[in-house]
């Protein structure tokens, strides 16, 4: 069965480093979404991807992220400058698209961030 | 603006007895889904269920079923004999429209069964 995967599992960084997370969505899926978790915390929308190009984004995904698909496959998550408010699990996840309502997103198992 | 209410942060069960986790909903769409997810331990996201607005009968899957109510709003999950490895957070979800918005997260309840 197709699946979301996502890289690293687990990366720790210092404040003020770049850090990429990497997502490989699955092949014939159209839209893409990196989504973060705090610990203890609910699922929080970060920003939507299609067609090249940001859809949507949230008042979290300020200047110092950016989401890239730089190829056909990968489709990262950078944050320029890490602060320790950072510290997280970013769930990438991909749906195939459509008009309805229901198209399940399916969600990669997440990276865990922790920024020290 | 959507919203999704969770009451409950904790629940315990005892095993193979059913449980109801609740989940009311907030959104002036016509046409939006709802989702459950169930999270363990490890972290990961697993769909379980989907209903959608529009939908006459209420969703099932397996143990799963979602007891839909339009009219007050809410979207409750259903968990029949429940495992032990039902043990795990569970969020409600909702997205309005189409198929490609993103998804409003509940703020999740942790199911712990008791055997």
């Known amino acids: 069965e197709p699946e979301v995967t996502q890289t690293p599992s687990h990366q720790v960084t210092q404040m003020g480093q770049e850090v990429i997370l990497r997502c490989v969505p699955i092949?014939?899926?159209?839209?893409f979404y990196w989504y973060r978790q705090i610990l203890g915390q609910k699922v929080e929308f970060l920003v939507s991807f299609y067609n090249n190009e940001i859809s949507e984004k949230s008042e979290i995904f300020d200047d110092q992220f950016s989401v890239e698909r730089p190829d056909g496959s990968n489709f990262t998550l950078k944050i320029r400058s890490t602060k320790l408010e950072d510290s997280a699990m970013y769930f990438c996840?991909?749906?195939?698209?459509?008009?309805?309502?229901?198209?399940?997103?399916?969600f990669g198992p997440g990276t865990r961030l922790t920024v020290l | 603006a959507q919203k999704i209410t969770q009451t409950q942060p904790g629940m315990f069960v005892q095993e193979k007895e059913a449980v109801t986790l609740d989940c009311t909903y907030d959104t002036s769409d016509p046409s939006y889904g709802l989702f459950w997810y169930k999270q363990p331990s490890s972290g990961e996201m697993i769909f379980l269920i989907y209903?959608?607005?529009?939908?006459?009968q209420n969703a099932t899957e397996g143990r799963y079923s979602l007891n839909f109510q339009k009219a007050r709003k809410s979207a409750n999950l259903v968990i029949s004999a429940s495992q032990l490895g039902d043990s795990a957070m569970y969020f409600c979800?909702?997205?309005?429209?189409?198929?490609?918005?993103?998804?409003?997260f509940g703020k999740g309840t942790r199911l712990s069964v008791i055997a």
């Open positions: 209903q959608g607005s529009y939908d006459q």
């Open positions: 996840a991909s749906t195939i698209g459509g008009i309805s309502s229901y198209n399940e997103q399916f």
């Open positions: 979800a909702m997205r309005e429209d189409s198929g490609n918005t993103p998804l409003v």
């Open positions: 092949s014939n899926h159209l839209y």
